[in-house]
């Protein structure tokens, strides 16, 4: 009934380097505890440019804990204690003398005003932080190949169309 290319997304051919990103993502795909594991894709090149961020973080973290003053800090950490029961987050156990070897990804609250909001106060993460001139983690992840057509394309393929099927399929997984 309905196409990939309907939808606008056609096929690309992949290089020798897009081929052996996707055969190492596959490859490290395991099942542990009814959960799936897979090792984030790196440019290789720029992972190991990536430095420790550990004491920008920590100076950010100073700003989160500025919202005990305004009531706002357990509110905060009941998201975190939600997304770790949710299985989107888990607690590792790092020794303090390591803390300089790791790269970390700092966070900052976002506040909602709006009194229909069921959820006042969110976390945001912020993976393009970047320690002087080297990269960021977002610029050393593997991008991948670019998977949406063009938007233009896309929006005159809504406006021209009478029927469009949407869904949200975050509950599906």
Same mark, same amino acid.
């Given at each position: 009934?309905?196409?990939?290319?309907?939808? $606008?997304?056609?096929?690309?051919?992949? /290089?020798?380097y897009d081929e052996q990103k996707i055969a190492l993502f596959r490859q490290s795909i395991s099942f542990k505890n009814n959960k799936y594991y897979v090792q984030l894709p790196w440019e290789d090149d720029k992972i190991s440019c990536v430095p420790s961020n550990h004491a920008v973080a920590l100076r950010i973290l100073e700003h989160v804990?500025?919202?005990?003053?305004?009531?706002?800090?357990?509110?905060?950490?009941?998201?975190?204690?939600?997304?770790?029961?949710?299985?989107?987050?888990?607690? #590792?156990?790092?020794?303090?003398?390591?803390? $300089?070897?790791?790269?970390?990804?700092?966070?900052?609250?976002?506040?909602?005003?709006?009194?229909?909001?069921?959820?006042?106060?969110?976390?945001?993460?912020?993976?393009?932080?970047?320690?002087?001139? /080297?990269?960021?983690?977002?610029?050393?992840?593997?991008? $991948?190949?670019?998977?949406?057509?063009?938007?233009?394309?896309?929006?005159?393929?809504?406006?021209?169309?009478?029927?469009?099927?949407?869904?949200? #399929?975050?509950?599906?997984?």
């Amino acid at each position: 009934m309905f196409s990939v290319e309907s939808l $606008g997304i056609k096929e690309q051919e992949l /290089s020798n380097y897009d081929e052996q990103k996707i055969a190492l993502f596959r490859q490290s795909i395991s099942f542990k505890n009814n959960k799936y594991y897979v090792q984030l894709p790196w440019e290789d090149d720029k992972i190991s440019c990536v430095p420790s961020n550990h004491a920008v973080a920590l100076r950010i973290l100073e700003h989160v804990q500025r919202l005990e003053k305004r009531q706002l800090y357990y509110e905060y950490l009941k998201v975190f204690h939600q997304q770790e029961r949710d299985g989107i987050i888990e607690e #590792i156990f790092v020794p303090p003398q390591w803390f $300089g070897e790791f790269v970390w990804i700092p966070h900052r609250p976002v506040l909602k005003s709006d009194p229909t909001s069921t959820t006042k106060i969110r976390p945001v993460f912020n993976c393009s932080l970047k320690v002087g001139d /080297s990269p960021s983690l977002n610029e050393a992840t593997y991008q $991948g190949m670019n998977l949406t057509c063009d938007l233009l394309d896309l929006l005159l393929t809504f406006r021209a169309n009478k029927h469009v099927v949407l869904a949200d #399929i975050k509950k599906a997984f």
